[in-house]
């Protein structure tokens, strides 16, 4: 999956920065701040150097040692005045033949997304692996997940949450196509550029 459809919202500010200098406002030496967080010293220094991004857990684990929120650590803005997202304020987008309503505020650390999936276009040749997390729950209709060389059948009601790295592709079981709420994490990587609907192999 991806950071969204064609004209979504840009990537957020680089977190690698924002974690060096957390850290360093907490007081906290590279071995003491890895510690809390039950992490390696060298995996936080790749993290605060930007050679790797972090996951949500990750990022969650962070915020708490030092005193702020995830949003913090992306350095994003105060969140909109309005947290309410209306379904006739979410515009449908198409990609690939696949459907996309937004269904969180853009530029978040995680995006949510309503998404149509038609029967038998061609995502299911399609597989993807990029960093981050994702979150898929089935609203209608059924679900072929494949994650590696695992593939699952999902039905109305079931989720799904898996890390990106692994292997992924999605497509509709049913002639009528599969509708589902999908939410993943913004983490900067070219290679989720696009997941959903058209995008490398």
Known sequence: MHPGPPGAAGEPPAVAPRLRELRRRAGLTLEAAAGRAELSPAHLSRLETGRRQPSLPVLL?????YGTTVSGLLGEASPAPDPIVRAGD???????????????????????????????????????????????????GRLRLRLGEAEHLLAEGDSAHFDSLTPHRIGAVNPSGVELLFVHTLLRSAGAELCLGEGPR
């Open 61 to 65: 684990g962070l915020a708490r040692i």
């Open 90 to 140: 979410a515009p449908a987008r198409r990609s690939g033949g696949w459907t996309y309503r937004e269904a969180g505020i853009p530029g978040r650390a995680m995006q949510a997304l309503r998404v149509r999936v038609p029967h038998g276009e061609a995502e299911d040749d399609l597989v993807r692996v990029h960093p981050g997390e994702e979150w898929l729950h089935v609203l209608k």
